[in-house]
């Protein structure tokens, strides 16, 4: 079975009667990187709070299974403790906490009561990451995301999800607000994790995110289902042509 | 007993049969509601046993100058290292003091808390033990100086006091901690003298049990040039009232009070402070914080008050809660009160719930509710707490913070 398999997932917003999910099925397993792309408003970004618990979303029908397990009845820490990692589209600021204790405590709760992560190792390991991502070493000192620029909150999510090494991360437009330069460290940092203990699901508006992390699989979104699937050639057919097309025939 | 002090404890009693335990109806104690409490209740604390170590103190270090534990109605431990002693400093139980030095006692005692607060009038008919600290004009003392006061007989009531007084150019720090295991009725004083030039660091923390009462006056008269700095920790406690003045009372004096406040469970916590700016070119500065949980309730009410002649006065006031519950509640009142007309004064109050995008953001890393939470509230600490100057202290009442919190 795939690490991750959605099947016919329908959410919409706590409180509202509008379904933005309207029946998902999708599969994604360690070394794939799966694109989701699609128009403003077509579940995007719903699809990946909602595979994160978020309580601002509720699901009305199907099933997410994670490594086999009913992902959907778990708390959000419990499905970050089983491997799977959310980058925030906007990361959340914590004034008074610094990035090295934030750190730690999100390692130590991944590693359970009794055994908390030694300092010195914890260093080499927050000092190998902001390496990949090129971030400057004060950044640790620094409280989360408080004044941080926006490249710099997208670098610390890539950041995070370097240390707590999860089996599936999903990326919610990181690619936003990011220059060319930014994006290429950050994609450089969710490269170099891919691979045989991670997937990957990116999510975009845009194909130039695409330009570097290579999908295996591109999934189109129109209002709240997958109306084509394909591979990486589908990313460049979109660039030239929109979601009108493909809008189009799901309407038709 | 020297017939002064006879005299004045009788004047304070006839005083005290006279005033009524306050309601609601009175502007101050609006949110504090008293009613149901029976005072006459509770004994009145006997001596009590000598040899037990003082247990729940969050401040002690080993590397005190000077110790004095009130247990119950009197002082069971008072030491003072012989090198402070050596400088002229004076650190004994207030009683002691009233026999060994009763003109420096008779000048100050009563001479900082005066008026006919209820509580207060109360406490000058009936403290025992207590604590007197006088360190001379130009002496410095490293060490801090640590008083402990503790109820260890249940329903005891227990009338606590302190005197310090520090004479010109003089320089202390004086930590003052409340513990207590047990039900009672904890009333106290707290006389703080700061002559001209001389820096006083004072460090109160009330950490009584949760079934217990706490009311007390805490209010410090600045002289010239002098500087308080004074910090004030909030962790225990019933209900009760805790009044924190400051008289900024010569030129170009100054204060800063930093305090913090963890309420929970049934808790009512009652602060109230004044900033009373009675001397030209003076400075004080309040930021109080508090984290509220469970049914816990605060009141923060802070008035700066600042006199016709007390030009140039810098007065900052700034209160901020952050609840954690829906049931807990604080009220925050702040209130100027400005007949100077060259002055700079601001004021703030602000009452928060916990964010819960943020804690869901939290939450997505792996940190349990709790876990989040705490972090969220270390984080709200941060900055009050990065006031504290000496590290250790700061240290400690931050770990003391995230004890309390669990």
Redesign the interface.
Known sequence: MADLVIRNLHAKIVDSDKEILRGIDLEVSRGETHAIMGPNGSGKSTLSHVL????GYEVTDGEVLFHGDDLLTM???E???AGLF?C?QY??A????TVA??LR??IN??RGKGDPIRIPEFRTRMEAAMKLLDVDRKMSSR??NDGFSGGEKKRLEIL?LAM?KPSLAVLDETDSGLDIDALKIVAHGVNAHIGDEMGAIVITHYQRILDYITPSHVHVLIEGRIARSGGAELAKELERAGYADIAASVEA | MSAWLTEARRTAAEQSSTIAVPTIASEHWRYTNLRGIDFAAFAPATPADRSAEVEGAILLTGAEGGRIVQRDSTVVVATLDPAVAAAGVTYCSLEEAAVTHPALVEAHLGSIVTGAERFAVENAALWTGGVFLHVPRGVRVEQPLHAAFEIATAGAAQHWRALVVLEEGAEATFVEEHVTGVAGYANGVVELVVAPAARLHYVTVQNRSTEALHFATHRAEIGRDANLEWVSVALGGKTGKTRLESRMAGTGSSVRLTGTAVVDGTQHVDLDTTQEHDAPHATSDLFFKGVLRDRGRSVWRGVIRVAKDAQKTDAYQQNRSLILSEKAHADSIPGLEIEANDVRCTHGATISRV????L??????????D??EH??V??????VLERISDERLREAVGAALQTRLG
């Open positions: 994160m618990g978020h309580p708390a959000p820490d499905r970050s403790r959310l925030f990361p959340y914590v004034p008074g906490v204790n934030f405590t999100a709760a991944h409280y989360l995070q707590l | 964010d819960q995008e943020l869901h953001y939290l939450r997505s890393r792996g940190l349990d509710r876990t989040a972090l969220i270390q984080g709200f600490f941060a900055d």
